[in-house]
Structures are given as C-alpha cells and as structure tokens.
C-alpha cells in the first residue's frame, strides 16, 4: 500500500508539469484556434536562455525569472509576426504552422546549445521530506509549489483582474472586442505572453530531473497533449485535471502494467486519448468548439 501511494504521489508531481504546459496550449487555443505544438520547444528554448545566463554569472533565481520574461517577449514576437497573419478558421494552415514551429525552434535550439544533455541545477536545494512512509525530494516539492503558484497567478490575472477580462472578452468574440475599441492582435499576444511564461516554469521545473536537452519535454508534451485532450481543451481547468490524472495513470500504468515502463507509458495516455476521442470528443469539461470565424 505504502509503494501504491508512493508511485501515485510520484505521479501527481510529475502530471503538474504536464498541466502547466497543457494549461499554456489551452490559453493559445483559446485566443487563435491553433493547436501550439511548439509550446514545449518555447519551453525548453527558455529553459536554456535561463541556463546560459545562470553560465554567464547571474544568479539561479534571476536567471529563472529572466527567462520567463524573454520567453514572454518570444512567444509575443511569434503571435504578431508569424501566427496573427493566418486565418484561425483554417485549421490544416494553423496545425502546419504548429509542426513547423516546433521543428523550427528544435533545430535553432540544437544549434546554438547542441544535442548533448546538460546538467540543469535544482534550484530547490537537496533536502528530502518523510511522512508515513513517503518520501518527497525537495525538487518535487519545490516544483509542484512553483506550478501550482504559475497556475494560482494566471486563474487570478483571468478572473480577478481586468487585464483577463478584456484577454477573455477579445478570445471569445473579436469583433464585439473592436467595438469596445481593444485590439485584438495586441491582447492576444498579451495571451502568448502568458502562456509562454507559464510553459517556461514546466521547463525549469523539469529541467533539474530529466536534464536539459533539445528533447527533454518531447514526452511531456505528449502527455500535455493527451492532458487537453482528456480534460477539454478548452476548460482551463479540465486541462489542469487531465494533466494531474495522466501523470498518475502514467505513473500507476508504468509500475503495475507488464511491458509499460520507462517512456513506454506513453501508450497509456494515446489509450487515454482514443477512448475520449470516440466517447467524448470535447473531453470531460469541455464543450464542442471554441473556434469562431
């Protein structure tokens, strides 16, 4: 019972990665339609700006938050340069441009940093917590309270603030947004700020773990996009569900399923996304469609 609760608890950390970045490509949907399947390569391409300044000198800390800033800048930068000028009602263009984005920042990546896996420092220290049997490294801990504070921070800047008012107001219907003289190219770059940012806090908090490499959150992405899939993309927070129950479906399925250990958990979460997909197609909190022309 003890290993059950270990390997669930284990499971839940890691699904709070995957609903960050899940929680990012809801916020992009949201706002343009388009499925950003680069959002882990902006994630890890932050990751190494924050891990080139922590080289150049700057403090851990400094290096992180500087990261997350230049992450913002970037993902405003591809909205108003690049995504903005596609219609949003084409959705072969939009998913195009996703796959295109995503081989784009891979190979800028591998070509400024290289391929070969970095050692990314825990920025949470090395102590270990134990309770009844558990046990949690200060990594986890460290890293779940940073998620869960990203996610904390954005579910108040959309519902509490008029900054997420107008966000939503302009996401949800262009043209009335006009009216009330909001610009929509500009608000929903704000919205790729935002979610760039918080897919920069999955990347650091994985980074430490998994090492820092070009494809150190291909699996994670995977598992972000079952996430959505699962919880509704267009709920924000069925994402953040769907996130927390595939990392511990994964992490349950990689210990006590024959043959589905290490990456190969993976299949569970496609098995997790078929059975949505012919039941349930908008997931468990979501609605049909969010896409307006």
Known sequence: MIEFLQISLDGLMTGLVYAALALAISVVFQGTGMLNLAQGEMAVLATYIAYSAMIAGWPLWLSIVFAIAASGVIGAAIYLLVVRWVDRRNQTALTT???TLLLGINAIVSMIWGTDPRNFPNPFGTWVVEFAGLRLTSQQIGGAALVLAAMGLMALLFTRTMFGLR??????????????????GLWLAAGWVVA??????????????????????????????????????????????????????????????????????????FAVVIGVVMFKPAGLFGHESTVRA
């Open 97 to 99: 441009l996703g796959v």
């Open 167 to 184: 966000l939503r107001a302009v996401a949800q219907n262009q043209s009335s947004a006009a009216l009330l003289g909001l610009s929509a």
């Open 196 to 269: 760039s940012a918080v897919g920069t806090v999955a990347g650091v908090v994985a980074a430490p773990t998994v090492g820092l490499s070009p494809a150190m959150l291909t699996v994670a992405l995977l598992m972000a996009l079952a996430a959505t899939n699962l919880g509704g993309i267009n709920s924000r927070i069925g994402v953040v569900i769907g996130g927390l129950l595939i990392g511990l479906l994964s992490a349950i399925g990689g210990r006590y399923v024959p043959g589905l250990g290490g990456d190969l958990n993976v299949l569970l979460a």
